[in-house]
């Protein structure tokens, strides 16, 4: 089992939090479904219904897991011992099954604590640095892609402290642990464990294109890896060579994490020079609240029917062209925080399906852009 250091812990404690606030899809920190496009090889032969596995456990000894072995080596191509070795020396990990259970029930939940476990001094003379340190890159990237210099900086900060917190779990112990042993007391545990092994399977693809050592990568718990913690499909679909030193380095180059950022945000269709948000008040004597909030942080309400419902926008909102969303940002026993969001606002959402995330890279690059002007 892998050893968590105090800074793993630290780490953990975050994503906990992560999936404390997130948005009623219950999605972990980039946890994406994957669309079925034409030409995609036939899908995976489904092991059998896991059974508990000892922790620290080599999959080797897992009959399920050496035939998906074998079922992942004819499907993607792949030399079949060098797959069986990969999955068979994965160990299963119980911290990361547990770290997929939703939060329980009746905890609420806290955007002035999430907010403070990002947005905090550590971090923002980090983004400094490396806004600094990367200026013509992310400059660059926001011409060739139309993707905000902050909002980059939001991401790389909000996911890994700009390359000081990238994981300490061995990415194949976390993707075999989440395919073969993910909490069958999930609500969704049948659509994550297919999602998880079908990251399984990129990953061994890209471990084997890339000539490197599947056992070496680290990542976090759910096998996300580098400066902006891409999973292995969004590894794949996303990054892009920024630095043009003929390979793709999420680890070790910020230039390419930079360009990936924003190459995975155009992707799902940012909107340049759209603002993510805009202020939002309630017009009390027509508000109709529930039925704003019940497409979620799906942007569905042009100006004009938006302020039907009862919202209240001013200034330039209400010349806004797009769909908005009433995103709901609770506050403990408090009172929620509401802003109108846009498709920018939802893009976001698309990195981790979560209002509070959005939110939080959304302030991390402001702090750092204000604190870059001082």
Avoid at 256 to 281: C, E, L, R
Avoid at 353 to 374: D, H, N, P, T
Wanted: with cysteine; proline share 7%; charged share 20%.
């Amino acid at each position: 089992m892998a050893q968590v250091t105090s800074k793993t812990y630290s780490m953990l404690l975050a994503c906990v939090l992560c999936a404390v606030a997130a948005s009623p899809s219950g999605a972990a920190t980039h946890v994406r479904k994957t669309k079925k496009v034409a030409g995609t090889p036939p899908r995976a032969v489904k092991p059998a219904a896991p059974r508990p596995a000892p922790a620290g456990q080599p999959y080797a000894s897992r009959e399920d897991a050496m035939r998906y072995a074998d079922d992942v080596a004819v499907r993607r191509d792949l030399d079949r011992d060098w797959v069986r070795q990969a999955i068979g020396q994965a160990r299963h990990l119980p911290v990361v099954s547990r770290l997929m259970l939703p939060a329980p029930s009746g905890v609420p939940k806290n955007w002035r604590v999430y907010r403070s476990r990002f947005i905090d001094p550590v971090r923002i003379a980090a983004g400094v640095k490396f806004w600094q340190a990367h200026r013509e890159s992310l400059e660059r990237a926001e011409k060739e892609y139309g993707v905000p210099v902050e909002i980059i900086v939001g991401v790389i900060g909000v996911e890994t402290i700009y390359g000081q917190q990238m994981g300490s779990f061995r990415v194949i112990d976390a993707l075999a642990t989440l395919s073969f042993n993910f909490p069958d007391a999930h609500p969704r545990a049948a659509e994550r464990r297919d999602f998880f092994r079908a990251e399984l399977d990129q990953f061994l693809s890209l471990q084997s294109r890339m000539g490197n050592d599947p056992m070496a990568a680290r990542g976090s718990y759910a096998g996300a890896m580098g400066l902006p913690q891409f999973m292995p499909s969004s590894w794949v679909r996303f990054a892009v060579d920024f630095d043009s030193d003929g390979h793709i380095d999420l680890m070790g180059s910020p230039v390419d994490a930079i360009g990936s950022v924003a190459s995975y945000f155009k992707a799902f269709n940012w909107q340049p020079g759209m603002p993510t948000h805009y202020p939002v008040g309630f017009d009390v004597a027509r508000l109709d609240k529930e039925a704003l909030l019940l497409p979620d942080i799906l942007p569905t309400f042009s100006v004009a029917s938006f302020t039907a419902k009862g919202a209240v926008l001013e200034g330039e909102a209400l010349q806004h062209r797009g769909p908005l969303a009433l995103v709901e940002l609770q506050n403990g026993t408090d009172a929620p925080l509401y802003v109108a969001g846009t498709e920018n606002f939802y893009a976001i959402t698309r990195y981790n399906w979560s209002s509070y995330y959005a939110m939080a890279v959304i302030e991390l690059g402001r702090e750092v852009r204000a604190a870059l002007a001082r």
